[in-house]
């Protein structure tokens, strides 16, 4: 016998890799030239080229059994250290390895997370639409249920007043993601105060902790004079889960951490229950090359101004056709209002002129699709003249 809800997540893909795979399929009826993929969060700018000269080092000069073999379950001292250093340095914090679990990415930090904190059937997690779309996956995975609260229209900021309304006392946690996936929008310093207020007015008011957890493998990518609040300083029961997916442009080698800090209340506890959620689900030793690689370079990132000229091409671009958008101040999407209620329809119109768009229904915000913009610019400018008769058709 199998598991049946298994078979429904294996046998049926997110809508998100179903475009991926329809656009590799009609690349080659097409060509590649004559397709606008805008439809999944791979980085388009290459690793630094320091980056790549230390992993050569590594492998040449490191020995390949301290290399290739088992760290601690929760990632290697030296490692931690490092990491621990570079975020002190950036953000005036006092972490050290103790407060450090590596992680394979931010996914499987999310999942660590979640079932380190869900420890009773219909415990819930509130998060803000829209909302990256595994969430609900990984919540309902780990024995939890995902509460969504509706967007907060147009700046798409956390909307406090809406949020009361949605904790209970079931609320083991709320769920961030800053910048976001799919809107682009970072939660001002303003938003995370007041988020903050709220829960500790909340945790008092029900006896319980009610953890903030921040998923941040966008924090990095900011333009202009934008910058990330960094949660820890905000409230002490934070969760931080990161990925050096987008930062680095490494998102195949699956190398991130869970952030727990010192001033959490039960400190000792939450880190303990963390190394057991690892366990739990067979995510310790994240890869040990990758863990080595930070040592040198855990502040450093991948080129991040051309994600800046994508998104001035492509915001001014649509919005110069009459389409209407959410202005981006991070990560690498553009959020656009469709044409037609129906976004599902809209994206199906849109594969008439080769543009692969996804769908926001299952981001928790219908009549909307996410572009991926982490292409190449090229690409963009090319895609114009199709987004033009997508526009034209809706006149």
């Known amino acids: 016998m199998f598991n049946s809800e298994m078979y429904q997540l294996g046998s049926k893909r997110s809508v998100i890799r179903e475009l991926f795979e329809f656009g590799k399929q009609i690349s080659k009826k097409y060509g590649p030239e004559n397709v606008f993929d805008f439809s999944i969060g791979n980085p388009s700018v290459p690793t630094p080229d320091e980056v790549k000269e230390d992993l050569i080092k590594l492998l040449t000069e490191k020995d390949p059994m301290a290399l290739h073999g088992y760290t601690s379950a929760q990632g290697d001292p030296n490692v931690r250290k490092a990491v621990a250093y570079n975020l002190n340095q950036r953000y005036k914090t006092n972490f050290s390895e103790k407060n450090l679990y590596m992680t394979v990415g931010a996914a499987a930090s999310l999942c660590i997370c979640f079932r ?14 829209p909302f990256f779309t595994e969430y609900r996956v990984f919540v309902e995975s780990n024995g939890g249920k995902l ?12 909307d406090v007043e809406k949020l009361e309304k949605y904790i209970t006392p079931k609320t083991a946690a709320i769920l961030i993601n800053s910048p976001n996936n799919p809107s682009g929008v970072i939660y001002s310093e303003e938003s995370i105060k007041s988020l903050s207020t709220l829960l500790n007015k909340k945790q008092k008011e029900y006896g319980h902790e009610i953890y903030l957890i921040s998923d941040e493998p966008y924090r990095e990518i900011c333009y202009g004079d934008k910058k990330t609040p960094f949660v820890t300083k905000y409230y002490n029961n934070s969760l931080v889960c990161y990925s050096y997916s987008k930062s680095l442009s490494l998102p195949g080698e699956r190398i991130g951490y869970v952030l727990i800090p010192s001033e959490m209340s039960q400190f000792d506890q939450m880190y303990a229950a963390i190394c057991g959620a690892g ?19 855990a502040g ?27 202005y981006p101040d991070g990560a690498f999407y553009l959020f656009m209002k469709t044409k037609e209620p129906d976004a599902y329809k809209f994206c199906e119109n849109a594969k008439k002129y080769n543009l692969l768009l996804v769908p926001a229904d299952d981001f928790g915000c219908p009549g909307y699709v996410r ?25």
């Open 116 to 129: 380190s904190i869900i420890s009773k059937e219909a415990d819930e997690i509130v998060t803000f639409a």
């Open 147 to 158: 509460v969504v609260v509706p967007p907060k229209l147009p700046d798409f900021q956390i």
């Open 279 to 297: 366990r739990s689900l067979g995510y310790i030793c994240a890869p040990t090359l990758f863990q080595f690689l930070l040592i040198n370079n």
């Open 300 to 326: 450093k990132t991948s080129n991040l101004e051309v994600y800046k000229e994508n998104r001035d091409l492509l915001y001014n671009g649509l919005t110069k056709l009459g389409f209407e958008c959410v």
């Open 371 to 395: 572009i991926a913009y982490c292409v190449k610019g090229d690409m963009i400018k090319r895609s114009m003249e199709s987004f033009k008769k997508l526009a034209d058709e809706y006149k």
